[in-house]
């Protein structure tokens, strides 16, 4: 499975977990959010495997993993973590290994390049700027572009249609069973990295075409012109 390799037009990209360890700024985030709704507070692990489905799913599983919460809580305190997000958005975000050199060298082939995230625009967005990311990509694809989500592979369609390369032509890299089933519902290979979040899932036992113990690998999956 590891050596498969791939001659795409297009790669798309997960966002958290793949290209960006944000897990501490969620948690801080999610943490001033449960202080201020006087709600016990959660730890990194826990927020860790919390993350992967959007922002609101990372709130409602903020209070009802060992509690519960009225449909009308959950509404306020998404309003209230997004406060807080915006304060701490990037503050503690970190460029994943070998990410970087990726995107450079895909960029110098001119592979075409996309986010493709269920993070809210209003903070993807900033934070691929603060990080110094936003001029490799040529489309980005957030939480709240279309009605649906990843798993749905419509998200995926949506990147390859602003891209203008059909989705044969893609290859997906992400860190979740989202990504690998948006891919597989759209039709593109799927590698997944090893040192994400994936929501508590180990990885290794999530269908896909390889795995990545760091980024820089998969330039190991797609030929050279």
Request: net charge negative.
């Given at each position: 499975m590891s050596g498969r390799r791939f001659a795409p037009r297009a790669v798309l990209f997960d966002l958290d977990g793949t290209l960006l360890d944000t897990v501490g700024d969620l948690a801080e985030a999610s943490n001033r959010m449960?202080?201020?709704?006087?709600?016990?507070?959660?730890?990194?692990?826990?927020?860790?495997?919390?993350?992967?489905?959007?922002?609101?799913?990372?709130?409602?599983?903020?209070?009802?993993?060992?509690?519960?919460?009225?449909?009308?809580?959950?509404?306020?305190?998404?309003?209230?973590?997004?406060?807080?997000?915006a304060e701490v958005n990037g503050q503690t975000t970190r460029i994943y290994p070998g990410v970087t050199e990726v995107l450079e060298d895909l960029r110098q082939r001119r592979i075409k390049l996309a986010v493709v995230t269920n993070k809210a625009g209003d903070f993807t967005l900033p934070l691929l700027a603060?990080?110094?990311?936003?001029?490799?990509?040529?489309?980005?694809?957030?939480?709240?572009?279309?009605?649906?989500?990843?798993?749905?592979?419509?998200?995926?369609?949506?990147?390859?249609?602003?891209?203008?390369?059909e989705a044969g032509d893609a290859l997906m890299i992400g860190d979740s069973q989202n990504d690998a089933l948006a891919a597989r519902g759209a039709g593109i290979p799927v590698l997944l990295v090893t040192y994400g979040y994936s929501e508590g899932m180990p990885v290794d036992s999530i269908e896909c075409d390889g795995l990545l113990s760091n980024a820089i690998h998969v330039l190991d999956h797609i030929d050279r012109p």
């Open positions: 449960l202080a201020e709704l006087s709600r016990p507070l959660r730890s990194l692990d826990e927020i860790h495997s919390f993350v992967g489905k959007g922002l609101p799913n990372l709130v409602r599983r903020c209070l009802t993993e060992g509690g519960d919460a009225t449909e009308a809580e959950i509404e306020r305190a998404i309003t209230v973590f997004r406060r807080h997000y603060r990080m110094g990311l936003s001029s490799f990509f040529d489309a980005v694809v957030s939480g709240d572009t279309l009605a649906v989500k990843k798993p749905d592979p419509a998200v995926l369609h949506h990147a390859c249609e602003l891209l203008q390369v």
